[in-house]
């Protein structure tokens, strides 16, 4: 087995997050810029930390907003899910000796909500999330923060995510990437992953790689 540890994003990659984010944010543009937009107007920013949405979008107040948002996001009825077949990766992977480990844009608030709470938690050793880094996605110091934590080498370890920012991260990181497909929005930008997959259970392919 050629990896030690598998890295995974949550938003889009272990957990369908998509409607619960994006629906609160096109309710945000209408209140603070006055304009109604679709839902794939605001799908470019799915991979983007909430700070960072504010600023593109130019909004003013923008802690204060996005505090709002996040709150509308914690109220969505439909809520986070896990993708299917997840569970049985997890105990797999875990059966197996594989470390695994999250790194994502969500904060810690954020995670204890859609992650902690779904007790998914027990099965990674541990979590880089937005506030433990100065710099997010697609800079690799989330990443490299893992890897130091897990005391790994990057040609150990492999990340699993469904964006360009994501591909972008672990390439900075000298660090191989396994595509995401079943909960990507969009191919632009992921030129060369090292492996791609259209649904979670495939990546107990990677329990054969030497």
């Given at each position: 087995?050629?990896?030690?540890a598998?890295?995974?994003?949550?938003?889009?990659t272990?957990?369908?997050?998509?409607?619960?984010?994006?629906?609160?944010l096109?309710e945000?543009?209408?209140?603070?810029l006055?304009?109604?937009?679709?839902?794939?107007d605001v799908?470019?920013?799915?991979a983007?930390?909430?700070l960072k949405?504010?600023?593109?979008?130019?909004?003013?107040?923008?802690?204060?907003?996005?505090?709002?948002?996040?709150?509308?996001?914690?109220?969505?009825?439909?809520?986070?899910?896990?993708?299917?077949?997840f569970?049985?990766?997890?105990?797999?992977?875990?059966?197996?000796?594989?470390?695994?480990?999250v790194?994502?844009?969500?904060?810690?608030?954020?995670y204890?909500?859609?992650?902690?709470?779904?007790?998914?938690?027990k099965y990674?050793?541990?979590a880089?999330?937005?506030?433990?880094?100065?710099?997010?996605?697609?800079?690799?110091?989330?990443?490299?923060?893992?890897?130091?934590?897990?005391?790994?080498?990057?040609?150990?370890v492999?990340?699993?995510?469904?964006?360009?920012s994501?591909?972008?991260?672990?390439?900075?990181?000298?660090?191989?990437?396994a595509?995401?497909?079943?909960?990507s929005?969009?191919?632009k930008?992921?030129?060369?992953?090292?492996?791609?997959?259209a649904s979670?259970?495939?990546?107990?392919?990677l329990?054969?790689?030497n």
């Open positions: 087995m050629k990896y030690k598998i890295i995974y994003d949550i938003d889009g272990i957990l369908d997050t998509l409607k619960m984010n994006m629906y609160p096109l945000i543009i209408q209140e603070e006055g304009e109604t937009w679709e839902l794939r799908l470019p920013f799915a983007y930390p909430g949405v504010m600023e593109e979008l130019k909004i003013k107040h923008p802690e204060k907003v996005y505090e709002r948002w996040v709150k509308y996001v914690n109220d969505y009825p439909e809520g986070a899910t896990l993708f299917p077949g569970s049985s990766v997890f105990e797999t992977f875990q059966e197996r000796g594989m470390i695994q480990a790194v994502s844009a969500k904060t810690k608030k954020q204890a909500l859609d992650f902690v709470a779904k007790d998914l938690d990674m050793t541990c880089i999330l937005a506030e433990d880094t100065l710099e997010h996605k697609p800079h690799p110091e989330l990443l490299l923060a893992c890897i130091e934590k897990l005391q790994l080498k990057p040609e150990e492999i990340y699993v995510g469904d964006s360009s994501d591909y972008l991260a672990s390439q900075s990181a000298h660090i191989d990437f595509y995401a497909k079943w909960g929005i969009s191919e930008g992921i030129d060369q992953p090292q492996f791609i997959f979670p259970k495939e990546l107990l392919n329990l054969e790689v």
